[in-house]
């Protein structure tokens, strides 16, 4: 398999959530496991994500987990998770990330000949999208 290199999202106590908005949206297989469940049933919020990953049949994997309360976290606009391809079906992926959340660039054709937009979700997670056009 090699090695990989995934997104992994990082939320104060509502990684549930986005990760299951995440498989509603994109589908595929999610496999989550909780603080407790990895052996740290101390914590204060033992119920919380430590570590979930969604693999779609697309071949996407995205992960998230929910920081420690003791660890400092800030959301940012520093990175984004970016969706490309020749698919229409990024189209629909576009759309419903975009439910409750803002659309920081319409998805319609750009100055390279591409479809391209961008959102921030309504967990506050930047996302961008490219759908490649065929030459005609």
């Not at 570590?51 to 929910?66: K, N």
Request: charged share 20%; with cysteine; aromatic share 8%.
């Amino acid at each position: 398999m090699g090695s990989q290199l995934n997104p992994c999202l990082a939320f104060k106590g509502n990684a549930r959530q986005a990760i299951e908005f995440y498989r509603d949206v994109l589908g595929g297989q999610l496999d989550m496991g909780t603080y407790a469940e990895y052996g740290s049933p101390d914590v204060p919020h033992p119920d919380k994500i430590m570590h979930a990953t969604l693999r779609t049949s697309d071949g996407y994997t995205l992960m998230v987990w929910d920081v420690r309360e003791e660890m400092p976290h800030t959301a940012g606009n520093n990175v984004a998770v970016f969706l490309g391809g020749d698919d229409a079906k990024l189209r629909d992926h576009f759309e419903r990330l975009s439910t409750g959340g803002t659309v920081t660039l319409p998805l319609e054709k750009q100055s390279w000949g591409d479809e391209a937009g961008s959102l921030i979700d309504q967990f506050g997670i930047s996302w961008m999208v490219n759908i490649t056009q065929q030459p005609s």
